[in-house]
């Protein structure tokens, strides 16, 4: 991607984060048009200012003014970046203001220092047991037994209903029809402690809602009134959307509640009480993190890993590269690790950088998505991130299908081939860490969607930043079935911000006849699973300037669901795209917690829709105006 680094030093680089957002001017209001290819709109890219706050952005620091000793083998004395990720922020950040390290931290803002705090840490300052539930007024006035997840409706993980991640819920088990979807209202809310974003989709199981916040805690509340069961505290920030599931061998423990946190760590937690059954370290490299949510199947949690090595990887301190991407298979019950399948083969020294740090490949293949499990094809379908490094293998923005039982990988489909993206190899600070070609950077950030279409076939069906929808048949080893373009390029250079960050990011929703994606341009498209014929594309009318719709969709019969970084929580109508109902989140909520909280942007994840209500999470503050702390809970009346 091409960014004017030159002006920013500490921009936020990783991929799939919206900060990438092209802010837009002049943009015309436009209501359900079909956009040929003539129509692109006018849109000028801005280079992205602002640093995120919260747990995202201090790698680059950390990679540009401490891996000269922190990570280097001839400065043994100073303790691995890894030993430094387990210190609280406050320890870190007080070596940097008064303590050992207060030569280096000195020629960091104190801005800077608190975001290398935060980062490596996994979570801000002061953050320590600041949200329990213990603390909160509406804690529940009793705590009865939870009823069997399987037996009621639910939305579980990522994907609501099974694990084709369709995000597709029944009426039944929406409770609600589209005629009621007009009648949503606001239920109560629920303020995040101390929270800068909700990344953490809700899960509703058995009357409660679960669901983790950026400061690291997980809570369960009760979906009817919102009161509280109980709060945990992870080591670090979450960003997974939770999944219920039953164990065994666990004593008087029938269900647990399966988390991962941002340095990659797994939990199980029980689902009655809270208390940890264990936790499970899946990745041991130092930025490893998880930012999408495990899937449990059948006695087993299937767990994505990603990193945030490429920020600033281009820095000459930066030992570039060496991770890579996996899926890992845990015992459900135990958090015994079965398998760990790599996207990229293991990373080995190539060539010494003009410092004299060695480099390596290969490295990338992020997993940013939740595993799909193919129960008839016994595989676990993931999307990749790109390669950092090169040669870039071929298995980098690609579909990847792994055994089930044994991690394999069984077959792949690359969508993009050569993708080695390092942050700051554009512009002036490109340094000879950097590929020949930096980017395009087209990680797939979305869960293959696997869908049985009426005729008997399947489809595995992904989205692309730079706007295109694939499917593959799962059937012939991932051949391609089609590929459509559902947003023109923008005019002019094809790896512009605009033209690379036109498209899908985080999911769509399928029912067995469309694929729904709302796309980062404002908007959202529907497609033919069977041809890939694209039936409506719907651009809303009072779009606000951050008007992108690249959270995941959400469907249930004959109504899908878009949020924006705009705050706006819309539905359509699936069969014309009309817009049946629009809720805007970007303001203050009173809560049942009685903290202050609002809504504001809403991206990555989409609404839970579970036993007649809807959930969803407001915040993102990673894009620059959109920090939020709310989850939102709605029914028809
Ligand atoms: C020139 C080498 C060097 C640089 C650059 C450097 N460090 Fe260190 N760091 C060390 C050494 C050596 C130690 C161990 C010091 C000791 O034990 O007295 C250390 C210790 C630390 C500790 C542990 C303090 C504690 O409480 O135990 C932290 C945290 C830390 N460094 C963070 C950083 C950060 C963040 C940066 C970049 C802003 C940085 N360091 C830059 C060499 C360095």
Redesign the pocket.
Known sequence: MKKSIGVVTLMVGLSLFAIRTARTQGQAPETTTKPSAAQAPAKTPEPATVTAPGTESGIA??QQ??????GNAN?P???APSA?RE?TPE??Y???TN???KA??A??TDDQ?RM??TF?SGRPLGSLQQGDAKDMPNRCPSNPSMADPAAGPAWNGWSGAGVSNARFQSAQAAGMTAADVPKLKLKWAFGYPNGLSAFSQPAVVSGRVFVGTDIGYVYSLDAKTGCVYWSYQTKGSMRTAPSVAPVSGRGATKYAVYVGDIHANVYALDAQDGHLLWTAHVDDHFIARITAAPTAYNGRVYVPVSTSEEYQASSLDYPCCTFRGSVVALDGSTGERIWKGYVVGEPKPTRKNSKGVQLYAPSGGSVWNSPTIDVQRNAVYVGTGDGQTQPVPDTTDAIVAFDLDTGKIKWFYQVQAGDAYIGGCNGPTRTDNCPEVNGPDLDIGNSPILRTLPDGKSVVVVGTKDAYIVAVDPDRNGALLWKVNVVPAPPGDPNSMMAITRGIFWGGAADDRDVFYGVQSGGMVAVDLATGRRRWYTKFANAGPYASNSAAATAMPGVVFVAGSDGKLRALSTTDGSVLWEYDTARPFETVNKIQAKGGAINSIGPSIAGGMLFVGSGYAVVGTGTGNVLLAFAAE
């Open positions: 620091i950390f003014h401490c891996m000269s000793c922190h400065v004395q100073a303790p430094i210190m320890r870190i007080d070596a940097l303590g050992t390290m280096y931290g020629s960091l220092r290398t705090a490596l």
